[in-house]
């Protein structure tokens, strides 16, 4: 299989843009060198694996959106942004009620 990698780096650059992140954010986030992501993003510098990794964590996304761009089609995968947005506005009490909830939602079958 061949790796586009122009391609990539414009996925990575779209989902870098999804989240309102600039590139020195992202560098810094992921431990990369300053212009790194730059040349990743114009297809300059060929990432590697671990590379792929640390994007994909600070992206939130998946090696196969990145390298393919394969969308999840999984229906629990469109919540998590949801989520997190809202549990950022909770207070601790209300996030050990939430996780408490979660939990047992986890647990029983409805």
């Known amino acids: 299989m061949y790796v586009d990698y122009k ?3 414009e996925r990575i650059a779209a989902r870098r843009k999804e989240l309102g992140l600039k590139q020195w954010q992202v560098n810094e986030m992921a431990g990369l060198s300053d212009k790194y992501l730059s040349n990743i993003e114009r297809a300059t510098s060929v990432l590697s694996i671990d590379v792929l990794m640390k994007l994909c964590n600070v992206l939130k996304t ?3 959106q990145l390298l393919l761009g394969t969308e999840n089609t999984q ?3 469109n919540y998590h942004p949801y989520f997190e947005k809202k549990i950022q506005n909770l207070t601790p009490g209300q996030r050990k009620l939430a996780t408490s909830l979660l939990d047992w939602l986890a647990s029983t079958e409805i």
């Open 7 to 9: 391609k990539v780096g």
């Open 62 to 64: 998946t090696p196969d």
């Open 75 to 77: 229906e629990t995968d």
